[in-house]
């Protein structure tokens, strides 16, 4: 396994035979407390496992073979890069930081077995961010695979305007043909190489994204919710603290990357079972959630979790991995968040909401279980819609739904109808 030393060098690890490999001296810097600092710019091993291409933080980009015999500068600014599935080419865009030239739209390729020179593989209208080859996964010799098998290149861009608005691009090796696939608002707290990854079977790319995680299939159909089994959402949304060995080491990216296996490629996609029609409302049973009661249809998935409560009419065929929802799906998520001031006015607390979604969404005035709320939804694109409704102690109780889908209305709206609230909280 590979390991930041305590000096900040960068080895391989034998953890049967305990000996360390030295791959590259000057890799982490140093912080306060002389703990380590890790990089937004993650150590990306080849396909063939033979190569490591690691930015550094002062020394520019290294590619580095695993047998530690060969160290080669390829350059002195630090890459946000990816491997072609041959593992003969890296795609990359230029770092990002002060010791770095402002950034460009362009997207490069390499030859580094050829130890040819950069070329620019395309252009795009904004700053690109890391660019992702696709996996060519076991399928794809035999033809049976529906994915892109290492054919393209997926990044996006991002126009910051009144409407924060994030574009999906698909990007041919070959060809250099570019295709938009979709566009999502982006994280608030800022976007890293984890936000943009491919599915295993590379028909789709999924992106972290503000509103809801999603799903781009690369035939232009998306964007689809992702969504995640029960086993990887508790690792997926679980703590995230560094892997200390014995010695002090710190073994390299978080436990939630490692058991992503890749910051480019997301975890095992699963397949989902849908459940029957919800039948007559008089056969839905009730359901306690803490102050509040609502009445489900029997046959679908009703699972409590921390903090909050979902109600689906699908269910995984495995306890791990991610799926994207179609249009024949429903997904309905409820639970308390803290929320706005509880001693301001209705429309003063619904303005309020908007300001803090930062003017990126709508939100019309409702009533859940006889009490006002709003219904928010984004601006650009959106999968998904919120009910928030607001307690007298600031709180607020909030109803998450997706997909969006106008055939889905009535049902969700009668669901709603039977929300009852026994106290305040």
Request: proline letters at 9%; glycine letters at 8%; one cysteine or more.
């Amino acid at each position: 396994m590979l390991l930041a030393r305590a000096d900040g060098a960068l080895v391989l690890r034998d953890p049967a035979a305990a000996e360390d490999r030295l791959l590259l001296e000057r890799y982490l810097p140093a912080g306060p407390d002389d703990f380590l600092v890790p990089l937004l710019w993650p150590v990306r091993p080849s396909p063939d496992a033979q190569w490591l291409l690691a930015p550094t933080d002062r020394d520019g980009t290294w590619l580095v073979s695993l047998d530690g015999e060969t160290q080669w500068q390829i350059s002195e600014e630090r890459l946000s890069g990816t491997w072609t599935a041959d593992s003969h080419h890296i795609v990359f865009t230029r770092g990002r930081g002060p010791r770095e030239r402002e950034k460009d739209h362009n997207i490069y390729i390499q030859d580094v077995v050829g130890r040819g020179e950069a070329q620019v593989l395309a252009r795009l209208p904004q700053t690109v961010s890391y660019p992702t080859a696709s996996p060519r996964a076991p399928g794809c010799d035999s033809g049976d695979m529906p994915g892109d098998c290492g054919r393209s290149v997926a990044a996006y861009t991002c126009d910051i305007g009144e409407v924060y608005d994030c574009t999906v691009w698909l990007i041919a090796l070959d060809s250099q043909e570019m295709r938009e696939l979709g566009h999502f608002a982006p994280l608030p707290m800022g976007l890293g190489p984890e936000v943009i990854r491919w599915s295993p079977d590379g028909s789709e790319v999924w992106v972290d994204a503000w509103f809801g995680a999603r799903a781009f299939p690369i035939d232009g159909s998306g964007p689809r919710p992702l969504v995640y089994a029960p086993a990887t959402r508790v690792a997926h949304e679980g703590p995230q603290p560094w892997t200390i060995t014995t010695d002090g080491d710190m073994i390299l990216g978080t436990l939630r990357a490692l058991q992503r296996r890749s910051t480019e490629i997301g975890g095992a996609r699963v397949a989902l079972r849908t459940l029957p029609e919800p039948g007559d409302p008089a056969t839905w049973m009730e359901q306690a959630l803490s102050f509040v009661r609502l009445r489900v249809p029997p046959q679908w998935r009703f699972q409590a979790d921390r903090g909050y409560h979902t109600l689906a009419n699908f269910d995984f065929e495995g306890e791990s991995g991610f799926a994207s929802l179609g249009s024949e799906h429903l997904q309905i998520t409820v639970g308390v968040h803290p929320g706005a001031s509880s001693q301001l006015h209705f429309d003063a607390w619904l303005q309020q909401l908007v300001d803090l979604e930062q003017g990126q969404v709508t939100a019309e005035a409702v009533t859940v279980g006889g009490r006002p709320a709003a219904r928010i939804r984004p601006l650009l694109d959106p999968i998904g819609e919120e009910i928030r409704v607001p307690l007298e102690n600031g709180a607020e109780w909030i109803i998450r739904r997706t997909p969006l889908n106008p055939a889905r209305d009535a049902l969700f709206w009668q669901i709603l109808n039977t929300v009852t609230f026994e106290y305040e909280p």
